[in-house]
């Protein structure tokens, strides 16, 4: 299955090992992580030097090639807003949206208070959680 995993490049990255983890995990079970380099230390600094309109059409193309999009939202921010609303709303694909229960009043409430019946939000209380739900829910893949 290919996998859009969303973490935020310009918002608070302090969940990265987490959502290295995730995306370990991912790959672990078969799945291709479409945006792997997210999880990279200078993933910043690398799309800044491709630029907005390369990093949106990219983005844009990888989220219409994704099978599922999963994100990390604990450091919540637009791109994140934006790319979980597109595939809501323009696509008949699944949304799931994991961070971390300790940071649920920093995240926006569109996130936290989203009933969308293809949305699954599942708050983690550490990263072990997370990683069990994830091989519980995606069965391995070749």
Not at 78 to 85: A, K
Not at 93 to 117: C, D, R, W
Not at 130 to 139: I, K, M, S
Request: hydrophobic share 40%.
């Amino acid at each position: 299955m290919k996998i859009y995993f969303g973490f935020t490049v310009a918002g608070d990255r302090s969940s990265l090992s987490a959502a290295r983890r995730m995306v370990d995990v991912l790959e672990e079970l078969g799945h291709e992580v479409l945006t792997r380099h997210l999880v990279t230390d200078d993933a910043g600094e690398s799309d800044r030097r491709l630029g907005p309109r390369e990093v949106y059409e990219r983005d844009l193309a990888w989220l219409c090639q994704s099978d599922l999009f999963i994100g990390e939202v604990s450091g919540s921010s637009f791109g994140l807003g934006f790319e979980s609303g597109y595939v809501l709303g323009a696509t008949e694909k699944k949304v799931i949206l994991l961070y971390k229960a300790e940071f649920q009043s920093k995240i926006s409430l569109m996130i936290t208070g989203n009933t969308h019946p293809r949305c699954t939000l599942v708050p983690y209380a550490g990263v072990d959680d997370a990683e069990h739900f994830l091989r519980r829910l995606l069965p391995a893949h070749s």
